[in-house]
C-alpha cells in the first residue's frame, strides 16, 4: 500500500496513531485466524487418515479372508481410502505446509537507521502502516487459501461414501 503524499504531509499525530492501533487489530485478528484455522485443518486431516486407515483395514481384512470377495464388495473401500489418501495430500499442501508468518512489527534495526530517524514519529509511523497493510495481505492470502482446502476436505468426507458406494453398484451391474 502506498500512502497518498497528501495524506501522509498532512497527517496528525493523532490520526498517526490510531490508524497504526487498528492495522496492529486487524494483523492480531489475521494471526489469530491462522491459527484456528491450522487447528482445524488438522482436525479435518485427522477425519481423512481415519477414513483410509479404515477403509484400507477393510479391504486389507477382506482380501485375506478365505473366500476371495468380489470387486463390487471392496470398490466402496478402494475408492475411500485413495480418495481420503489424495484429500489428506491436497489438504497438507495448501493448508499445513509451514509458511512465512508475518511479524507484527518491523525489526529495530531497520527501524533506527540514519534514515529513518529524521523523519517525524507521525510520518514513520504512516510508513510502518504500509508495512502492516502488506503483512496483513499476505495473511488473508494464506488464510483463504488454508480455508478453501479445508471446506474442500470436508465435502471430500462427506462425498467419498457416496462415490464408493456409485462406483462398487455400477460394478455389480456390469458384473
Known amino acids: 500500500m502506498k500512502i497518498s503524499d497528501k495524506i501522509y504531509d498532512n497527517a496528525s499525530p493523532e490520526l498517526a496513531e490510531w490508524v497504526e492501533k487498528q492495522a496492529n487489530r486487524t494483523l ?17 486431516l485427522n477425519w481423512l487418515y481415519g477414513m483410509a486407515v479404515a477403509s484400507g483395514g477393510y479391504v486389507v481384512s477382506l482380501s485375506q479372508s478365505a473366500d476371495a470377495p468380489k470387486l463390487w464388495i471392496l470398490a466402496p473401500a478402494i475408492v475411500a481410502c485413495l480418495a481420503s489418501a489424495a484429500s489428506a495430500i491436497v489438504l497438507i499442501r495448501s493448508a499445513l505446509m509451514i509458511s512465512n508468518v508475518p511479524t507484527p512489527g518491523n525489526e529495530p534495526a531497520n527501524l533506527l537507521t540514519d534514515d529513518q530517524v529524521q523523519f517525524p514519529l507521525e510520518k514513520q509511523r504512516l510508513a510502518e502502516v504500509a508495512g502492516l497493510q502488506v503483512r496483513i495481505e499476505r495473511c488473508l492470502e494464506h488464510n483463504a487459501k488454508a480455508a478453501k482446502a479445508i471446506n474442500i476436505a470436508r465435502w471430500a468426507i462427506a462425498v467419498i461414501p457416496a462415490l464408493g458406494a ?7 451391474l456390469t458384473t
Not at 30 to 41: H, M, P, V
Not at 166 to 172: G, I, K, R, T
Open 28 to 44: 492480531e485478528f489475521r494471526l489469530k485466524s491462522r491459527a484456528i484455522l491450522a487447528a482445524e485443518a488438522r482436525t479435518t
Open 166 to 172: 456409485m462406483f462398487a453398484v455400477v460394478l455389480w
